[in-house]
């Protein structure tokens, strides 16, 4: 068995196969033709409209609805997904696109659903309030999909910890922009900043606000190391709430600025490994 790992696993390093690890489902899976895997993503990612689906077709088989909430909404729904998938290998391509932060579950009103942030093109342009916390990747770049991949955590963590029995709490989002209550009590925006190669994390309570930055800085992490091979560069800026000027976080460290740290039991800085751990470990760690 030792042997055939590390067979399948030189295989994968160098492109000849695809063979993941992190749950028995992708374990038990190998892909022998790559392009496969790409065709079959590329059956759900897509632009709707340089690449349609035969409406009739859709309309054929009673989806017609699930079809618009994906490529409106960025909702699919099992049903979809089991259909663009022509039922084959449907739960390791769920669990792939999960894994590599493509999608997360949308059980908000308890039907099996996931999230795919890389369909929506609807931007949000109305400012929000709250104290914010940067990240700022000027220094390097911010590449296409991070933010996309970051909500997709954001959600993934809200779904196991938030009160789904409560309406409120479903998450808004946008192509860069989301507002999640991110645990009970905890609401969070995130805004993605194209030009100025950032993004803004904002609460409205102050309390909030080192649990926030933590979490997200941890995610970030996260999908560093899982997806992006730690090529990702950021620094991070923190509000001052006195003056609203943006300190530097090792600054911040040392001035104990308050509310980010040394004044609630909120501000104790998370310290989840991202690094070698199950993505489902990761979040509940958070």
């Known amino acids: 068995i030792s042997q055939l790992n590390e067979a399948l696993s030189l295989f994968h390093e160098r492109g000849m196969i695809i063979h993941l690890t992190s749950t028995e489902v992708l374990r038990n899976t190998v892909v022998i033709r790559p392009q496969w895997l790409i065709d079959s993503l590329s059956m759900v990612i897509r632009d709707s409209e340089l690449h349609a689906y035969s409406k009739d077709e859709i309309e054929k088989v ?47 009103d308890d039907q099996e659903q996931y999230l795919i942030p890389s ?27 991070v933010f996309q991949r970051l909500v997709c955590l954001a959600v993934a963590h809200s779904v196991k910890f938030v009160d789904r029995s409560s309406k409120s709490c479903s998450p808004r989002i ?18 993605e ?75 104790e800085e998370t310290t989840a490994e991202a690094k070698d751990i199950d993505l489902n470990l990761f979040l509940e760690s958070l």
């Open 62 to 108: 009673g989806l017609e609805k699930d079809y618009n909430k994906v490529f409106k909404e960025a909702i699919a729904s099992r049903d979809f997904l089991g259909y663009v998938w022509n039922g084959e290998q449907v739960e390791f391509l769920i669990d792939i696109m999960q894994r590599t932060m493509l999608a997360s579950p949308w059980n908000f």
């Open 174 to 191: 946008y192509n860069d922009f989301a507002c999640i209550e991110f645990e009970a009590g905890l609401q969070m925006y995130l805004k």
């Open 193 to 267: 900043c194209k030009k100025e190669q950032r993004i803004i994390v904002q609460v409205d309570e102050e309390g909030a606000a080192s649990k926030a930055y933590s979490v997200v800085n941890a995610m970030l992490r996260k999908l560093n190391y899982d997806v992006m091979g730690t090529g990702l560069l950021w620094s991070i800026k923190l509000e001052d709430p006195e003056d609203g000027n943006l300190i530097d976080l090792d600054e911040a460290k040392q001035r104990s600025l308050k509310p980010w740290f040394g004044n609630s039991k909120n501000t």
């Open 119 to 145: 369909l929506l093109n609807n931007s949000y342009d109305t400012d929000i309030s709250g104290i914010s916390c940067i990240f700022d990747f000027s220094q390097s770049f911010l590449p296409i999909g």
